[in-house]
């Protein structure tokens, strides 16, 4: 037996990954994402986690429903082999409301991702992905540190600027200036 045959690994593209899903081939209640081909399962999202996207989701419903669309906790296929389900998106409106498929990068305003037991896998592992495929501008909200990370400027080698607001410092979604908030706006 030959013992320098290395193990095979199988790559999911994009399309394949929603067959999947679509037909519950994986027995998995949690959602799952697909990075660089491989299927990843998502954190529990706790009830702290949850009621953030929900006071974030809230604060963004301030922007006219005509500039953009909110898009909770769906997927938004990035290329043809990451497909990931961000906590929230501010995408471009369409008639569809997206129903005929998922958002492209080029739909996307904005991206958060409300980390507490995901940051390193968000930091780590959506980030970079995020940046590759013009991701104008992500925001991390860390639960942990209680703190925005605001990210824009994205390159093949991540993004080129990054801001934490301090707590009464406001911000703003690049795409979207007249809302105006600041960090106590969203931990409360």
């Known amino acids: 037996m030959d013992m320098d045959i290395e193990p095979m690994i199988y790559r999911f593209s994009v399309k394949q990954f929603q067959l999947i899903c679509q037909k519950k081939i994986l027995s998995s209640k949690t959602p799952m994402e697909l990075i660089h ?5 998502m954190a529990e999202i706790t009830g702290e986690h949850a009621a953030h996207v929900t006071r974030m989701a809230n604060l963004f419903q301030k922007i ?7 898009y909770d906790q769906s997927h938004v296929c990035l290329d043809e082999y990451s497909e990931f389900i961000p906590d929230l998106s501010l995408l471009k409106p369409r008639p569809d409301s997206y129903e005929d498929s998922y958002p492209q990068p080029d739909d996307v305003f904005l991206i958060v991702e409300v980390s507490d037991v995901s940051i390193d896998y968000d930091k780590e592992m959506k980030l970079p992905i995020y940046a590759r495929c013009e991701i104008s501008e992500l925001w991390i909200v860390d639960l942990n540190k209680k703190a925005i990370e605001i990210y824009r400027e994205p390159s093949p080698d991540g993004y080129q600027q990054i801001h934490i607001p301090t707590s009464e410092e406001t911000f703003s979604p690049l795409s979207f200036p007249e809302l105006v908030l600041t960090p106590n706006d969203i931990f409360g």
Request: glycine share 8%; no cysteine.
């Open 37 to 41: 081909g491989e299927i990843y399962e």
């Open 64 to 70: 006219p429903k005509e500039k953009t669309q909110i």
